[in-house]
């Protein structure tokens, strides 16, 4: 009894503690493991990894022998007296410069790298649109609450004017104004509710796995742009964003086709072992046969990767350019939206607040009218949007400036 009653202690500890645990908001860090580990994009990149390994192997590897056997039947001339089976069977085998087949395994190791950096660069791609979902909810769910609260001030509003209107100290005008700004307030909470579905509808799908059916979600505020960190990003910017990276790569595989094509210049030794038995005599031979590079040489495949490598310069030269430029742009973005939330957090919506509440308390001693209270309650709200979109304008600025700056150690990893 006493080891039935312990079982059955911990069977119910744990279902509580699962229940807790179960219970425990989504972070976004935890969405984005979710999303990079779910999502088809991480069997997509075991498959580039895969596939690069192939090339690397295909690369390096010898190639394959050629055995021929022939047989048949012969007779001596001129007379033809002697008669009898013949045969014969030779190996023959390509063996590569070797500066060559050093240069066809680097070429590979070069080429998997560049599919493994614009692999690198999809996926964190997908991270940030992991971010950016989240974002959106998490604002979407703020602007809720703001909708909602927005609403029951308007019902308050109603209710005193109503009770007002029947005392005989508002007028019926008055009441019919309140009841449409109510409309109107409901108006806004049902473009609220559906900016919210739409938001956690386009979380679960990009989750791929299943979430919680009551998804509880936690995230941080924003953080204000700082010189310094601006300072290390933009440093960073030439090794850190993922095109660059991918156009280094790119022009790094492109290198290494010219080293491929100078390479293939050199001829490959081409050996043959040939016995053979007819009805007069046997033989054997074994021949070297060369290619001799008298009108081509390989000189139109190394002007073509000497071409292609030239290009992929002049692409990664424009692509450190633009993004140079979007970078400065990105920042400039941020530093608006961290101006603008600063100002209006510290400001614009305190103030605006304290005019409500003294407009409010005012209108119920009958001291200020309908349109008065009217007025500071939209200023509230419109002051509270505003401080809520450039919260998410910060949010959606620095996600750019991630999306650009790429992932380097001297910032961070990953937040």
């Excluded at 108006?187 to 059916?213: F, M």
């Excluded at 100078?262 to 046997?282: F, G, M, N, T």
């Excluded at 103030?351 to 009218?369: C, H, I, K, P, Q």
Aim: no cysteine; hydrophobic share 45%.
């Amino acid at each position: 009894m006493l080891f039935r009653g312990v079982v059955l202690g911990s069977v119910a500890t744990f279902v509580l503690v699962a229940r807790l645990a179960a219970q425990e908001p989504l972070g976004v860090d935890a969405y984005v493991g979710i999303v990079l580990r779910a999502h088809p994009r991480a069997g997509q990149t075991r498959a580039v990894e895969a596939l690069a390994a192939a090339e690397r192997r295909v690369a390096g590897a010898w190639p394959d022998p050629v055995f021929g056997v022939s047989t048949g039947h012969g007779k001596d001339v001129p007379d033809g007296r002697v008669e009898g089976g013949e045969w014969d069977y030779s190996v023959s085998q390509t063996i590569p410069w070797p500066g060559a087949r050093s240069a066809r395994i680097r070429g590979a190791e070069l080429t998997g790298r560049a599919m493994m950096s614009e692999e690198e660069a999809a996926r964190w791609e997908l991270e940030l649109q992991a971010r950016l979902a989240f974002s959106r909810l998490a604002s979407a769910r703020l602007s809720l609450e703001l909708a909602h609260k927005a609403d029951a001030d308007a019902a308050a509003i109603l209710d005193i004017t109503s009770r007002r209107a029947e005392l005989g100290e508002a007028r019926e005008a008055d009441r019919s104004r309140a009841q449409a700004e109510r409309l109107r307030v409901q108006l806004s909470v049902r473009n609220a509710e559906r900016e919210n579905r739409a938001a956690e509808a386009s979380l679960r799908l990009l989750a791929v796995d299943p979430l919680p059916p009551s998804l509880e979600i936690h995230s941080d505020p924003p953080r204000a742009v700082t010189a310094e960190e601006i300072a290390a990003r933009r440093q960073a910017l030439t090794r850190s964003n993922p095109l660059i990276r991918t156009g280094l790569a790119a022009l790094d595989r492109e290198m290494g086709s010219v080293d491929v094509a100078r390479a293939a210049r050199a001829p490959d030794l081409d050996v043959s072992w040939l016995q053979a038995s007819e009805i007069d005599k046997k033989s054997w031979s074994l021949s070297f046969g060369v290619r001799v590079p008298l009108f081509n040489g390989g000189r139109a495949e190394v002007a073509r990767a000497e071409a292609s490598a030239s290009l992929a310069r002049a692409v990664l030269e424009r692509t450190r350019t633009e993004v140079s430029l979007a970078f400065e742009a990105a920042v400039q973005e941020a530093e608006a939206a961290s101006d603008a939330l600063r100002l209006l957090q510290t400001t614009i919506v305190p103030t605006a607040r304290r005019t409500w509440d003294l407009v409010r308390l005012s209108y119920e001693a009958g001291e200020t009218s309908l349109l008065d209270l009217l007025d500071a309650q939209r200023t509230l709200r419109d002051a509270e949007i505003q401080e809520l979109t450039a919260g998410f304008d910060l949010g959606k600025a620095w996600v750019e400036i991630e999306r650009i700056g790429g992932r380097y150690p001297e910032v961070g990893e990953k937040r």
